[in-house]
């Protein structure tokens, strides 16, 4: 079985060529229905591949089965791609990294560390859009006919089918690396922003926040690289092209563009429908470990909300995590600020304690693990915390 | 676990370490047969058939799953009254007792497999079969009325047409793949201590659970030295 | 964390054929130079030449009854700035610091045993002694990620002279862990810290 040539032409995408962008660049004619290709084509292959991807997601201890919440996310993917709805399958996945794919065969992975990040439905909306266009364009049947992509997606697939030493990998990063690894060509990432800000404005919301999506990645990215993070290695999104700056910049331009009737952000009721799970995926991001990442994310997200005790505590605990000289000063510092805040969680009086009573301060140690005690009298540690109180532990 | 242990296993099994094991290696010290008239509860398969599309790991297949199961247990039941066994069944979906018992017996039948026919011999047991699945068999004896109970444990993978199509993929970057494995243990527990009193494994790379002819055949192999 | 089939049958048959497991004799056992406890029965010591992921990077594992079913995990004299036990699969571990609390120290730990992507659950986290020295000790429960088996676990230790000396007895929660316990408890009292 080895070794047959690749498979020649493949005449059933007539119509791909026909769909795209015309004269006015942001008016996209969607192509008509897909339906599944012939099992023998090369992209018959492709879309198995994914099928199976799909089974192990749909499986998946990492799924996230929040009904109320996938419907809420679905609901936006649909209204973005509209006709092409039905072909859809919105998976949410519990892990805390920075991205959004969308296979072939229509199955959309939305990660949430990228729901963590996004500000506002509009964010999300531009992010979904964005692979929406992708799979539209059908980019990843391109790529796999460019002799040039076929060599790393062929070891991509090794990986995936355990053959090539990819065993390291989970199974959720393989599948990530495996759509990244189609690594979209340049003029694709393009075209696939264009098609992106096209459906968020057509759909309604605020084109403008799509540059804002790049500009945050940005800054993260920069904070990254400021903490000595390796940042190619961090997310699959900074080593695509084109540059992060002019996709920024263009999307920045094509928002200030008549887009009539476009200007929903929707940013409390994202806030909302996310709220039930953020402890959880703050507790994913810290424990990334990637410090500097984090701090940009957090100083973001209490800019916008300079109220939110969960966000602070967490930013308290990064500097906790991270253990460099000062840092505890500043988890000091950001337990405390926490403390007058929403929401903040009761934690914050045991790291709180854990820390003053680092720095020697015992009495208000004694204090703050006193209140955590008050208000998770049941807390898996409390004998630990009680012993400190009592100071039969030094 | 060690890592990659089932499939690590199945190369241990095959290439080095058959056939190593102590004089009586399927039966536990003391034990030869099972007395005349005692009764066996024959335990639900714990039973996973995978498509060998994933090299090396497989996807699971509920329909192949609920074929070889329904398989296996007709097999064992036509088996028992040929041999004028007194057999009875536990049923056990969504029953506590039932599926964590299954859950322990796999881990129990691969650390026999591993430590007492593998090559990673635990000195402490002295080379003899010498393992249990505990007390909390006290209430399978309670729920069947039976003596013994038998265990089955069975993972096996299939080509398939997804993996047909993912050869031709992988065909097409010069990546090979290779087929499938059935991997099967059977272990006879005492009811009244627990202890595993007779145990066999198959490891091969032939045989089909989806058909019940082929199943009477695996579970033949598997059922080899059975003491009755 | 799946390894080439092949691959992963040539390190387990390194190891069977080259090292295998050793007998741990009852009476004066010195682990790491360091910890020396008092055993009352008979232990099987893997001689580890490659990570399990019960206790991946442990100084030693021990078993009674075999490394899918119960597994005593020792880390002992981790210093300050090392991770508590090894990263695998590109896995990215937190350092031990010697200012670190017990439960900061649970943190270190339940990041190693879920590498694998088994869930980690804290039950109780407590004051204690160990090796003769002020210490801590934690249960917990793990759900297996290879076969979905419910194990319990308990651990033990101390940081001592800036080093943390840890041990963990792990099994599944239907009778293993409820049969060793009883060995495993008066082992760890008998510890003394060198």
């Known amino acids: 079985m080895r070794r047959r040539p690749f498979l020649l032409g493949c005449g059933c995408l007539a119509f791909a060529a026909a769909a795209g962008l015309r004269a006015d660049e942001y008016d996209y004619p969607m192509p008509p229905r897909f339906t599944r290709p012939e099992a023998g084509s090369d992209e018959g292959g492709l879309w198995a591949f994914m099928d199976r991807e799909e089974q192990r997601l749909k499986r ?44 072939p065969n229509g199955m959309m992975q939305v990660w949430s560390g990228l729901l963590l990040r996004m500000q506002n439905e509009a964010q999300l909306a531009a992010v979904l859009g964005h692979e929406i266009g992708h799979y539209l364009q059908r980019h990843s049947v391109e790529r796999l006919r460019d002799a040039k992509s076929r060599s790393s997606f062929a070891m991509i697939v090794g990986m995936a089918l355990g053959v090539a030493g990819g065993g390291s990998l989970g199974a959720l990063a393989q599948t990530g690396i495996l759509m990244g690894g189609l690594a979209y060509g340049r003029d694709q990432e393009r075209e696939a922003d264009r098609i992106g800000v096209a459906l968020m404005a057509k759909t309604g919301y605020a084109p403008a926040e ?34 992060a700056e002019e996709r920024r910049e263009v999307l920045a331009a094509a928002a200030k ?18 709220a039930q799970h953020r402890m959880g995926f703050l507790h994913d991001e810290v424990r990334r470990r990637r410090f500097g990442e984090s701090l940009v994310l957090f100083e973001r997200m209490l800019k916008s909300s300079p109220r939110d005790g969960q966000v602070q505590f967490f930013k308290g605990e990064v500097y906790r995590l991270r253990a460099r000289e000062g840092d505890a000063r500043l988890a000091l510092d950001a337990y405390r600020n926490a403390l007058g805040m929403d929401n903040t969680p009761p934690e914050v009086h045991r790291s709180l304690g854990t820390m003053l009573r680092q720095a020697g301060d015992s009495a208000e140690a004694m204090r703050a693990f006193q209140r955590y005690l008050e208000l998770k009298p049941d807390a898996e540690d409390a004998e630990l915390i009680r012993s400190y109180i009592s100071g039969s532990q030094s | 676990m060690i890592f990659g242990m089932r499939r690590a296993l199945l190369g241990v099994l095959l290439l080095l370490c058959a056939g190593l094991a102590a004089a009586q290696p399927n039966l536990a010290p003391g034990f030869t047969r099972l007395a005349p008239n005692s009764t066996i509860a024959l335990m639900p398969a714990d039973v996973e058939l995978f498509e060998i599309s994933a090299g090396g790991v497989g996807e699971p297949r509920a329909d192949w799953t609920a074929a070889a199961a329904k398989n296996i247990m007709a097999d064992l039941r036509a088996r028992s009254a ?15 007792v039932v599926e964590g018992l299954n859950g322990l017996h796999g881990a129990v039948a691969r650390a026999i497999v591993v430590h007492h026919f593998g090559g990673l011999k635990l000195p402490t047991k002295d080379g003899k079969l010498d393992w249990t699945l505990g007390p909390d068999v006290a209430k399978l004896r309670e729920k069947s009325g039976a003596d013994y109970a038998l265990f089955t444990w069975v993972r096996d993978s299939y080509a398939s047409a997804e993996r047909k199509a993912m050869i031709v993929v992988g065909a097409l970057f010069g990546v090979g793949m290779s087929g499938g494995v059935q991997q099967a243990y059977a272990s006879l527990v005492d009811l009244r201590t627990g202890q595993v009193v007779w145990f066999n494994r198959i490891v091969r790379g032939t045989g089909d659970l989806r058909e019940a002819e082929p199943a009477a055949e695996t579970l033949t192999a598997l059922l080899t030295g059975f003491p009755l | 964390m799946r390894l080439k089939p092949w691959l992963a049958a040539a390190a387990l048959c390194a190891l069977a054929g080259c090292a295998q497991i050793v007998k741990v004799e009852p009476g004066q056992v010195t682990v790491k130079d360091t910890l020396t406890l008092k055993a009352d029965i008979a232990w099987n010591r893997f001689e580890l030449q490659f990570p399990l992921s019960v206790a991946p990077g442990a100084s030693e594992v021990w078993t009674q009854d075999g490394i899918t079913l119960d597994a005593l995990a020792f880390f002992v004299g981790v210093e300050q700035g090392k991770t508590l036990g090894t990263a695998i699969g ?105």
């Open chain 2, 82 to 96: 040929k041999l004028g066994a007194r057999a009875t069944e536990v049923t056990g979906d969504h029953d506590d």
């Open chain 1, 60 to 103: 998946s201890s990492f799924l996230i089965r929040d009904k109320a919440l996938h419907d809420y996310v679905n609901d936006i993917a649909c209204r973005l791609a509209g006709d092409h709805c039905p072909e859809m399958r919105v998976y949410l996945v519990r892990t805390p990294y920075f991205n959004a794919s969308m296979a």
């Open chain 1, 210 to 243: 799509a540059g804002r999506v790049w500009g945050q990645l940005l800054e993260e990215y920069e904070g990254a690289k400021a903490a000595g993070e390796d940042v190619a290695s961090s997310n699959i999104l900074f080593a695509s092209h084109p540059p």
């Open chain 1, 257 to 274: 563009r008549d887009w009539p009737g476009a200007a929903r952000t929707g940013a409390d009721e994202y806030r909302a429908r996310l």
């Open chain 3, 90 to 194: 590109g896995k990215k571990l937190p350092v031990f610091r010697s200012t670190m609390t017990p439960g900061e120290i649970v943190e270190l730990y339940e990041q190693m045993v879920t590498q694998d992507g088994s869930a980690f659950a804290l039950k109780r986290v407590a004051p204690g002694r160990f090796g003769g020295q002020p210490g801590f000790r934690f249960e917990h429960t793990i759900t297996r990620k290879s076969d979905g088996v419910l194990l319990k676990g308990m651990a033990q230790g101390a940081v001592v002279k800036d080093k943390l000396y840890l041990v963990a007895f792990t099994a599944p929660a239907i009778y293993y862990y409820d049969r060793h316990l009883p060995q495993v408890e008066p082992l760890l009292a008998s510890a003394q810290i060198k």
